[in-house]
């Protein structure tokens, strides 16, 4: 009967637990203010260049369509990718969608608003470069993977850089 009773209260907490784990990850991924947002949208898409607005039209459609997709945005410094990059993070956030900002250092991550390494976020292997087929250690019914199931976009700034951290 003891047994019992254990199961029948264990269960729920284990799950609560999860779920509590999962509300935050999901908090920390839109916990955005949104107004704040939704105006830099308004005030900086106006200003984007031809090539930023073909740029920022192309991930806005792959993250609407919903099919997902592979997207590489390589440019000279100082060419505006950080402005949109924002700018996409900008526009999704506020729509209580959750949007990814990680880069491959500690420093380029503090050019996003609530950007972290791809390292601590994506649960990286340390040695993930040596490594022939390196996966992420996150397991599946992780909170962290309820929230990467929910988002809509991952932005990896600095990719290029990740193999030297
Ligand atoms: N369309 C734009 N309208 C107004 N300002 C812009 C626009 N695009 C970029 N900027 C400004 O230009 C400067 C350089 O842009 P940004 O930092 O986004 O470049 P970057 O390509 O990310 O540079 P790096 O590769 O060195 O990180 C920033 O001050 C940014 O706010």
Request: aromatic share 8%.
């Given at each position: 009967?003891?047994?019992?009773?254990?199961?029948a209260?264990?269960?729920?907490?284990?799950?609560?637990?999860?779920?509590?784990?999962?509300?935050r990850?999901?908090?920390?991924?839109?916990?955005?203010?949104?107004?704040?947002?939704?105006?830099?949208?308004?005030?900086?898409?106006?200003?984007?260049?031809?090539?930023?607005?073909?740029?920022?039209?192309?991930?806005?459609?792959?993250?609407?369509?919903?099919?997902?997709?592979?997207?590489?945005?390589?440019?000279?410094g100082?060419?505006?990718?950080?402005?949109?990059?924002?700018?996409?993070?900008?526009?999704?956030?506020?729509?209580?969608?959750?949007?990814?900002?990680?880069?491959?250092?500690?420093?380029?991550?503090?050019?996003?608003?609530?950007?972290?390494?791809?390292?601590?976020?994506?649960?990286?292997?340390?040695?993930?470069?040596?490594?022939?087929?390196?996966?992420?250690?996150?397991?599946?019914?992780?909170?962290?993977?309820?929230?990467?199931?929910?988002?809509?976009?991952?932005?990896?700034?600095?990719?290029?850089?990740?193999?030297?951290?």
């Open positions: 009967m003891s047994s019992i009773k254990s199961k209260w264990s269960r729920p907490r284990s799950n609560s637990r999860l779920n509590d784990a999962f509300n990850e999901l908090e920390s991924g839109r916990d955005y203010y949104r107004h704040e947002l939704s105006q830099s949208v308004q005030t900086n898409v106006p200003l984007l260049n031809p090539q930023q607005r073909e740029v920022y039209g192309t991930s806005m459609k792959a993250v609407d369509d919903g099919k997902g997709g592979l997207f590489f945005l390589y440019d000279p100082g060419t505006g990718k950080t402005f949109l990059m924002s700018l996409i993070l900008a526009t999704i956030r506020p729509r209580s969608d959750i949007a990814v900002a990680v880069a491959s250092s500690v420093i380029a991550a503090t050019l996003l608003k609530g950007c972290r390494t791809a390292h601590t976020t994506l649960k990286l292997l340390f040695n993930f470069q040596t490594i022939k087929q390196p996966t992420c250690n996150i397991s599946k019914n992780s909170a962290m993977a309820k929230v990467l199931i929910a988002t809509k976009i991952i932005i990896l700034d600095e990719c290029t850089m990740a193999h030297m951290f």
